[in-house]
Each structure stands twice: as C-alpha cells, then as structure tokens.
C-alpha cells in the first residue's frame, strides 16, 4: 500500500455489530477497512508494532483483565505510535439524558 493510502482496522465481539459495520462499508463503498470478529480478552490477532495508531472506544470498562488488554496494545502498537482510550462521563450531561 502506498504511503498516503491508510489501513484500517476494525474488531468486535459481537457479531451483529460487525455484520451491521459491513452493510455500512458495502453501502459507502469503502474499500481500506478490515474486519474481524474478535474477544477483547484474548491475545489480539495482529503482528507486533503493526499499528501507527489504535483507537479502543468504551471497552476498558467491559474487559476480564484490562491490564492484559492494554499489554496486547503495546505489543501490536509501533514504537511511536498513538493510542487514543475513551471510557464513559458519568459526569457528564449524557447519562442524564438517557436517563430522561
């Protein structure tokens, strides 16, 4: 792949999710991002310092051992890379609207 076309990579437990995330590329015609379905708590099935930047939104919270998690992430993050780690506000305004 050239330098200025990017990879992307996509995992999830669920296997609704990951039909749901495939109607959606097949529908916008996206042809760089790879799917597969994945358990989280497991070793992940990347190649070490493969990643320039990894992305893990809202899934510490749900993880076994998150600890180990985090581990598999430097392992399959290259040296530099950025890892970007979201976990739910419970101080925000958020939780009060879905609780209205």
Known sequence: MSENKKEVYACDISENAINFLNKKIKEKNIKNIKIKLQNLNDKLNYKENMFDC?????????????????????????????????????????PIIEYL
């Open 54 to 94: 990894v992305i893990s939104g809202e899934v510490l919270e749900h993880l076994e051992n998150p600890s180990k998690f985090l581990k598999e992430i430097k392992r399959i993050l290259k040296n530099n890379g950025k890892l970007i780690i979201t976990t739910p506000n419970y101080f925000s305004l958020w």
